[in-house]
């Protein structure tokens, strides 16, 4: 099952990452190359099965809606690494266009 | 001392520090004496914070010379750890061996750091890792590859590589890696030395940089079982900041450990001594299972589902969640950004993530986020990952049939000993097929360990140990008893 190229442009975008033409091409080929091996799960009857999403078997851990001293970072903690940051607040550029 | 300081275990240190035949400042500096003289060689470390060490040395010193009864409340005091750098260090670079976080310093401990300090133990750096722990060879580091210390030509394994080659190489007593599919067990493996991988849950992932969080489980990496079991007492147990962490209350691990292990059924599965995995490495398996049988464990049979599926469902599974954990990494709020650039002018912020996280993100990272993002992505969720978790879900009711008569399973870690550098380049798979034997373990959130049972070509071979879930107290049981009886870990890389 190979890849077409629209199919791995429309993945680079949900995913937020620009690839250059070669990585496209190459990409195209390794997932192709991936998503082969995958398909032996088809061989395997799956009717009836309930699909495991984690294995702890814990239900919904509660706490107390309450900050603690020790859970919380200081705001300059938390700016500590931005690379753009203006009164407390992370700088970023636009997000809605005019 | 008859050893070298930097040749003792935790158990030995220990001793010699309380009985005041060296201190912890002296300790440590022979280990970083000693990383000073072989890292050039192995390339084990990516931060080596030698004064912060000798500063925990010197605070631990003080409580053994003026308040010896404090003692007890440090069960590592003054011991030297090395850590994987995917653990976050408050105050110490964290890059996650990523160039998309070579900048990046945490501003809070994760817990298996905070439960290390707070036992007293000296942080001599962070250790060499694929980058984001997406690999089994250390060879996707963004920095550089480690190399295995029993041979230069040759693989320390991942993704903990840099753990691993640490402990091996006597640059540490003992290191701490996480496992999200054999990336303990299996440079464990490699380079010589104990591995453990605890039940997930049993360790909290809290301040761990997430990979693939229904898999990821941090775990000691020592010289000996004893160390080993040493280590998880510490680290084990619930944490308010990990919702995902076991109720179940924490055993004494050390109490179980010198108990005979006549009447435990081991079992062995054809499918994991399969054509694929070399001569020499199931010989020295069989070998070990011998040895159990005369220490009076009864050896059966099993038969288990072909491991091949559970690197499938792996595959789409643990893409899947990296996809989603990696999406974080935005340029906005930490880590390399074409923000830094103050002149730089983005149209919008879209092209800041796209541009950023290309820059940043090394082959790896882009191929799994990539795949993660397809498996997840409208008209195909039903196909793949629903489908994945499926087969999970078989898997593990497999291996609940399969412990229902036996205690624990026994097999090659790996399908060889360590490989020559290289040896990723050909194969998108690669990963997934050299930890094809620990995979299905990790899928079902099970605990296993790798130790060393025989070496071929003076390199190590390594035999796994695992179980269902929590049974680390059993699994370590039958490690330590073997490894009293052959003596493996004894033998040490000529550097």
Known sequence: ????????????????????????????????????????????????IVPTSQITGLENVWREDRI?????LTQNEVLSNAPQKENGYFKVPLVIAK | MSKLPNQLTIIQALSGLQQRKFTSVELTRAY??????????????????????????????NIYQKNPEKIKAYPLLGIPVSVKDLFSTKGILTTAGSNILKNYTPSYDATVIKRLKDAGAVILGKTNLDAFA????????????????????????????????????????????????????????????????????????YGVI?????????????????????????????????????????????????????????????????????????????????????????IKEVSLFDPKYAVAVYTILQRAEVSSNLARYDGIRFGHSVLWDKNYAAKNIWEVFEKTRAEGFGEEAKKRIMLGTYVLSAGYYDQYYLKAQKVRTLIIKDFERAFGDIDLIVGPTSPSVALPVGAREKNPMFGEMEDILVEPSTIAGLPGINIPCGFYDNLPIGMQIFGPQFSEGKILQVAHAYEQETKWHKRKPKL
Not at chain 2, 254 to 273: H, Q, V
């Open chain 2, 32 to 61: 970083l004496k000693r990383i000073a003289q072989v890292d050039k060689k192995i390339k084990a470390f990516i931060t080596i914070t030698a004064d912060y060490a000798l500063k925990q040395a010197q605070k631990a010193d």
């Open chain 2, 134 to 205: 997406h690999g089994s060879s250390t060879e996707a580091s963004d920095f550089f590859t480690t190399l295995n210390p029993w041979d230069q030509t040759r693989l320390p394994g991942g993704s903990s590589g840099g753990s691993a080659a640490s402990v091996s190489a006597d640059e540490t007593i003992f290191s701490v890696g996480t496992e999200t599919a054999g990336s303990i067990r299996q440079p464990a493996a490699w380079c010589g030395i104990v591995g453990l991988k605890p039940t997930y849950g049993r360790v909290s992932r």
């Open chain 2, 210 to 298: 997430a990979m693939a969080s229904s898999t990821d489980s941090p775990g000691p990496m020592c010289k000996t079982t004893k160390d080993a079991s040493y280590v998880l007492q510490v680290l084990a147990g619930r944490d308010k900041y990990d919702s995902t962490t076991s109720h179940q209350p924490v055993p004494d691990y050390l109490t179980s450990l010198n108990k005979s292990i006549k009447g435990l059924k081991i079992g062995y599965a054809p499918e994991y001594f399969s054509e694929n995995v070399q001569n020499e490495v199931k010989e020295a398996v069989q070998a070990a299972l011998k040895t159990l049988e005369e220490l009076g464990a009864e």
């Open chain 1, 68 to 72: 603690g001293e020790t859970q919380t």
């Open chain 1, 1 to 48: 099952m190979k890849l077409s190229k629209s199919q791995v442009l429309h993945i680079t975008n949900l995913a937020r990452i620009e690839l250059t033409e070669n990585e496209i091409t190459r990409l195209q080929s390794l997932l192709s190359e991936t998503l082969e091996y995958i398909d032996i799960l088809n061989k395997l009857d799956l009717k009836n």
